[in-house]
């Protein structure tokens, strides 16, 4: 993989807070596109082909990762917390966690757990953990040392990464492969198909706020007005969890999402997509998920808008550390570069006519 994605994941960014993500995107889209193009919420996108007499085609990832920030100070010091997306409390129990200060800064700090000890011989059955009953340990010793350490009301906080490769060298492990993996292939896409004589005017990059119900999306596209729309997200993957046939598989290719509740997809984008992988030997799974991505909102843009999500295999999203898998990664790739090598006028109206 290139270095874009594991560079990416390194980097802090919760809803609201994505500027050293969107800094990192940035820079590298400037190095291959001919204009950037940035929204008042933060999404960013680097344009290629501008001006073509072809459709217009817009192709994201988004920045934010699940996090939470900092919604007080206990006077032993332990800080309190909300979740910034959707997450549990019993996943993030007993997980290191950074604060994150102004200056980029890391106030390293674990989620408090109480041990088998303090609870045994008790008769009271444990419940299920709200994010918001976890209290974070920086090792503070009192509030006011807590704010000595650099502790401020309304700072964010992200799982502290610990990027691995498995024992075979074919699996990544980290944080925020959701969606940062989106982010490094639009990067690739910027890169790779800067130079190639594409039939559309193309927007390579990523939304804000999209774990927060979509927002960087619905004011991008409000922004760019594509006619085609491709999300690149991390899909969470059930087959450890005795998945079924359209609940996703590491290592069997990407994830064609069919139907989740907010974006039934649009049949002749369907029939388009597995006519090209089919036609290219690019492996692929179908995909139903209950949960959304940019795809939704983009769909409703401007009097409606052909949209599709290419879907990464993931296991264990929205915790601190999920895994992908290479073989996966460069199934998406194939898919998305060669997608958007064909689109033009007659491809477009071709899938429009397929409703």
Partial sequence: MEKFYRELV???????????????MKKHLEEYT?????????SVFGVINKGAKGPRVMIAGH????????????????????????????VFLSQHMDII??????IPGVTASK??????????????????????????????????LGVKIGQQIVPHNNYTVSKDGKKYFSKAWDDRFGCGMSLEVAKTLSK???NCELYTGATVQEEVGLRGAQTAAGLIKPDVFIAVDCSPCADVFDGDDVSGSIGEGFLLRFYDPSAIMHQG???????????NN??????????GTDAARVQLANGGTLVATIGMPARYIHSTTSMISEDDYQEVRKIVLTLLKMFDEDTVKQIKANV
């Fill in 101 to 106: 200060t102004n200056d980029l800064e890391k």
């Fill in 196 to 198: 190639e004589d594409l």
């Fill in 10 to 24: 390194d980097l802090p960014g919760a809803p609201s807070f994505e500027k050293p993500v969107k800094d990192y």
């Fill in 63 to 90: 920045m934010d990762e699940v996090g939470a920030v900092v919604t007080g100070i206990k006077d032993n010091g332990l800080v309190k917390m909300t979740n910034l997306g959707g997450v549990h409390g019993n």
């Fill in 282 to 291: 690019i492996k692929y799974q179908y995909y139903k998920s209950m949960g």
């Fill in 34 to 42: 001919e204009e950037i193009v940035e929204d008042r919420l933060g």
């Fill in 269 to 279: 984008m369907k029939d388009f997509i597995t006519k090209v992988a089919d036609d």
């Fill in 115 to 148: 041990p088998p000890h303090l609870t045994r011989g008790s008769n009271s059955k444990p419940k299920p953990l709200q994010f918001k009953d976890l209290l974070l340990d920086i090792g503070a010793d009192s509030k006011e040392h807590a704010k000595e």
